[in-house]
């Protein structure tokens, strides 16, 4: 009997775990390219590249149609004057970035935040120059 329930208590954990893992305690969900570029297609979706100028002028995902650099000094302003209706698909080049613009967004009154996991290094569509 002491089995059973030890057997239910961690089948129970991991089912919770599993459900934390799709929507992170961040606000904002990590989704791989597959993901990316089907929710890339939906209306009222931004593609959003927070990488430095120079990073985007070598290339950047096809559709990204708004740059924020976060490091740029009025990042937060440039931000606050987004759309936070809209579902934004942020990426940068690793995904280090992009998953610190994302929980900025999410702590800022975001809620449609998806961040591209691995960043523009991982992509293997499209690359615009």
């Known amino acids: 009997m002491k089995t059973l329930h030890t057997f239910f208590t ?4 991991a089912s ?3 459900a934390c ?3 992170s305690t961040t606000g904002f969900t990590n989704i791989s390219e597959k993901e990316f570029a089907e929710k890339a ?3 009222n979706t931004i593609i959003l590249d927070v990488r430095t100028p120079q ?3 070598e290339g950047r995902i096809a559709g990204a149609s708004l740059f924020i650099d976060i490091n740029d000094s009025q990042f937060a302003e440039k ?3 987004l759309d936070k209706s809209k579902t934004y698909l942020v990426y940068c080049r690793s995904g ?3 998953s610190k613009a994302s929980s900025w967004m ?3 009154g975001f809620s449609q935040v998806y961040n591209l996991k691995g960043g523009i290094l991982g992509w293997s569509g499209t690359i615009e120059k």
């Open 10 to 13: 961690l089948l129970l954990l």
């Open 16 to 18: 919770g775990l599993m």
């Open 21 to 23: 893992n799709a929507q």
């Open 41 to 43: 297609q939906a209306e």
């Open 55 to 57: 990073e985007v002028a």
């Open 79 to 81: 931000m606050q004057a």
């Open 96 to 98: 280090a970035r992009s």
């Open 106 to 108: 999410a702590e800022n």
